[in-house]
């Protein structure tokens, strides 16, 4: 079963709204998750490192004001996109690193559309 | 910048032909190298990884990758494709120093052919 999970798995809001999409780690406690963002038929683009209790460092690039990340737990790491606009729909993937193996498991991920 | 390169955007076989993946990458002298794959809507499946030892590498359903240091590559293989392994392959590394980041390649959608 799934080591890592995401939710919801898809998220329909109106523009100017804010989202939040959480990423758990079930199996294991991770001091560090990442979260990805994928267009339509593209890569994934890192977009930030979620350290538990501390700041989140964001790629470059990536607007630390719309895209708000809280690692407050070390099984819980949530990202809010803040006032979304249709720009901001897409599909968002979380990954934590099981200290144990080192292994980074992947979320299940989000699509968020947004009107 | 360390980086990953996966040249093929698309490639199409068909069923029970051999498949090859191609994914360089840049600097590093041994970089931690992975393959995963992706259904359609879904999240990443870890194919396999290399981290040093054997550079032929064997994963989950039935494919295997070689690491060629010589070539700066990691290509991702299977003697005979099924139909089910229609999906997005993406090469990664992970990137060394802080917290051990992982990048990817544009990916290869496979589509197969009955």
């Known amino acids: 079963g799934a080591v890592v999970s995401q939710h919801p798995s898809w998220v329909i809001c109106k523009s100017g709204t804010s989202v939040k999409i959480e990423c758990r780690s079930l199996d294991f406690q991770a001091t560090t998750m990442f979260w990805y963002r994928q267009f339509p038929k593209q890569s994934l683009m890192l977009m930030a490192t979620s350290n538990e209790g501390s700041k989140a460092t964001y790629e470059q690039g990536v607007e630390k004001d719309k895209f708000l990340i809280n690692h407050a737990s070390l099984t819980l790491s949530t990202l809010t996109v803040t006032s979304a606009h249709p720009e901001d729909s897409s599909f968002y993937i979380c990954s934590a690193r099981d200290p144990g193996s080192g292994e980074l498991f992947f979320g299940e991920g989000s699509r968020l559309t947004v009107l | 910048a360390q980086s990953v390169t996966q040249p093929d955007i698309h490639i199409t076989v068909s069923e029970g032909a051999s498949l090859e993946l191609r994914c360089n990458y840049s600097?590093?002298?041994?970089?931690?190298l992975f393959w995963y794959v992706q259904s359609p809507g879904q999240g990443l499946q870890l194919l396999l990884k290399?981290?040093?030892?054997?550079?032929l590498v064997q994963g989950i359903k039935g494919f295997e990758a070689e690491f060629k240091r010589s070539q700066s590559s990691f290509n991702l293989r299977k003697p005979s494709v099924h139909w089910s392994d229609a999906a997005e392959y993406f090469c990664g590394r992970e990137i060394s120093g802080g917290y051990n980041k992982l990048i990817f390649g544009a990916g290869t959608r496979l589509a197969v052919h009955p």
């Open positions: 290399y981290f040093s030892g054997d550079t």
């Open positions: 600097y590093g002298a041994t970089p931690y």
